[in-house]
Every structure is written in structure tokens, then in C-alpha cells.
């Protein structure tokens, strides 16, 4: 049984090196999950793969179905989560192509289904969000960045965006005055979700661009594309150091 999940962000919708097994379709009480998961292996340790924008990229990330993913995946007996997410750097240090590894997060989204703890689920819950993100796993991914000679920032503050636009220079002004390191849309509920779910959840951020404002070159889709395939390239490399090593 899988313990091992691995959420694919934009640029990530299929693991490569991932020896597939077989692929599970779950209904769970919030609704069906991105796709089907993909159960297999990864330098021989059992893992399951969910796309989070599903299988054909074709869902937003204020459509994402946020609860069914993550209670799916702790329903087949997941215990840890590696989140890929694609960003746009803030701070200077986040430079496209590199791997970041956030420690902390901010809320900007909004209208979106994001706690366990309403109906069906009783008695109020406040959980403990100090630290967002699995301090456990997150020095696993820093520890195997370093390991396998990846480019990586080992701390940061994710700003969760609403999207599906991407900002603008005014917005990411105000992000980096709260402390922002970098801006992606994915982060929130997800990272929260996890915690009510009790999982080990970290992310591992693919910087994709420079964020609105901040580069020289205008925003385009190819030049980030470009980003991403080398971002992602880095993501399968620390994959194989790091999932040994857990
Ligand atoms: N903003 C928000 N989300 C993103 C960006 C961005 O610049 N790049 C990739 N995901």
C-alpha cells in the first residue's frame, strides 16, 4: 500500500519515473478526484500519483477539487504528500527554473470549498496551522536537493493567489510587502486540507517565472512553459534522491 503521494502540478500531469501499476477511480463524499490514481513505483518504493489539474491539464486551480483529492488519498492509507506547484518568484533569489521549498503560506483565494470541518463533520475544529507545511518532509526535500546537487531555495512564504489570472505588478507589490516570496494559485486550500486530514504534506515549488512586474522579459506562455520542462526536469531528479531516502 501506497504511504507516498505525489500531486503533479501544471508542467507535472505524468510522472515519468513512475513504473505504473494500476490506476484506481474513487468517488469520495466531496466528489471524484482530479483523475484516476496512479499506483506504482519509484525507485522501487510504492507511491500514487494524482494530477491536480487532472490528466489532460484541463482543470483550473479555482476548480480543482481540492477535498476529493486529499481525503482520496488518505482513504487508500496515504500518510505523505509531496506537492509540485508551479509559481512565479517574488523575492530575487526565486529565479525561473529553480526548485523552492516554502515554509510558510498566505490566503488570498477565495470561493473555495476549503475545510473538512463543516457539514457531515461534526463539532467546531480549529486545527493547528502555525507551521503550514511537514517540517519532517520539507528537510527530506532540502536534504535531497543538496544531495543531488539541485538549485534550491530552503525556505519561503507561498502566496496563494485566486487565479486564474495571473497578477498584476500592483498585486504582487502588495504581496511581497506581506512577506511574499512567491505567488502561485494552488497552495491554499490544499496545504490546509492536508493538515485536517493529519497528512505530512510539503510543497516542492517549480518557479516558472518571474512574477507579474518583476522580469524583464513581458509574461508569456511559452517562456514559462520553457520553465517548467526544465523546472520539471530538476522535480524528477529530486524525486529519485529524496524518495529513498523516506
Ligand atoms: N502567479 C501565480 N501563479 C503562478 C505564476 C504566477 O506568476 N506562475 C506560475 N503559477
Known amino acids: 500500500m501506497a504511504e507516498l503521494a505525489i500531486i503533479g502540478g501544471t508542467g507535472l500531469t505524468q510522472l515519468k519515473n513512475l513504473e505504473i501499476e494500476r ?7 466531496y466528489g471524484e478526484p ?13 507511491a500514487v500519483f494524482l494530477p491536480r489539474h487532472g490528466t489532460a491539464h484541463t482543470i483550473p486551480p479555482h476548480l480543482v477539487n481540492y477535498r ?15 506537492a ?8 530575487s ?4 527554473g529553480v526548485l523552492a521549498f516554502p515554509d510558510q503560506i498566505i490566503d488570498y483565494t477565495y470561493g473555495r470549498e476549503h475545510t473538512f470541518f463543516g457539514e457531515g463533520r461534526s463539532g467546531v475544529t480549529h486545527i493547528d496551522f502555525t507551521e503550514p507545511y511537514c517540517e519532517a518532509l520539507r ?11 539541485i538549485e534550491a531555495v530552503d525556505n519561503g512564504t507561498y502566496g496563494a493567489t485566486q487565479g486564474p489570472r495571473l497578477e498584476t505588478a500592483a498585486e504582487v507589490n502588495r504581496l511581497e510587502r506581506d512577506g511574499c516570496s512567491m505567488v502561485g494559485m494552488t497552495g491554499m486550500p490544499e496545504s490546509a486540507l492536508a493538515r485536517e486530514l493529519d497528512l505530512c504534506y510539503a510543497t516542492c515549488a517549480v518557479v516558472a517565472n518571474r512574477a507579474a512586474g518583476r522580469g524583464d522579459e513581458a509574461l508569456s506562455m511559452e517562456a514559462i512553459e520553457r520553465n517548467l520542462r526544465e523546472g520539471m526536469a530538476r522535480v524528477r531528479k529530486l524525486l529519485e534522491t529524496v524518495i529513498p531516502m523516506l
Open 34 to 46: 482530479s483523475s484516476p490514481l496512479t499506483h506504482g513505483r519509484i525507485c522501487g518504493v510504492q
Open 68 to 82: 476529493a483529492n486529499l481525503w482520496a488519498l488518505q482513504y487508500i492509507g496515504v500518510k505523505k504528500v509531496i
Open 139 to 149: 528537510s527530506v526535500l532540502i536534504e535531497g536537493a543538496a544531495r543531488a546537487g
Open 84 to 91: 509540485v506547484a508551479a509559481v512565479g518568484g517574488i523575492r
Open 93 to 96: 533569489d526565486m529565479a525561473p
Open 23 to 29: 490506476r484506481e477511480v474513487l468517488q469520495t463524499p
